[in-house]
């Protein structure tokens, strides 16, 4: 029989264990109708991830109309409100600001979250910012990729020029 505190050592681990399980990622708490709306956008390549609540009543039917592109998704109510509890434990609250950006898609990078027609904005802090700054958008940029990776989405995209990606070359 092994010694007794190996037995308590491993009853610790499997009691602990078996309480992260339980527990969820923090939240900001979504009620189903809200109209939330995350955008990351690199001014540098013109790329931009957005992600908008499942129950935003306007995007109800978003993967049934044409789209200028695959940008926009909807996730989960859920999900938005653990990205939103991400975002402001990051430093959102901290370095974001009331207002849109300057100049919506141009050359500046940026994160808008859109709330409920509450507007704030974190744009890409410059090299004389300080460094808890500059780190905390690059975070930013990290989790908001690693949630937009994780929603799929089917998508009706209206872009005639991308049917030469599909063709085959001689």
Not at 10 to 33: D, H, N, R, S
């Amino acid at each position: 029989m092994p010694p007794r505190g190996v037995l308590l050592s491993l009853f610790a681990v499997i009691a602990w264990a078996g309480l992260t399980a339980c527990t969820t990622t923090p939240a900001v708490p979504v009620p189903v109708g809200s109209r939330i709306v995350i955008r990351l956008y690199d001014g540098a390549t013109g790329i931009e991830l957005a992600l908008a609540n499942e129950s935003y009543p306007e995007l109800k039917d978003l993967y049934s109309r044409s789209q200028r592109d695959a940008s926009l998704k909807r996730a989960p109510d859920q999900l938005i409100g653990e990205l939103l509890f991400s975002l402001d434990k990051i430093g959102l609250g901290a370095y974001g600001a009331p207002g849109r950006p300057a100049e919506p898609r141009g050359g500046d990078s940026y994160l808008l979250v859109e709330q409920n027609g509450i507007n704030t904005v974190f744009p890409k802090p410059s090299n004389a910012a300080p460094v808890e700054e500059r780190r905390a958008y690059s975070h930013i940029k990290l989790v908001m990729n690693e949630y937009y990776r994780h929603v799929g989405s089917k998508q009706h995209v209206d872009n005639p020029d991308g049917a030469a990606y599909f063709r085959v070359q001689p």
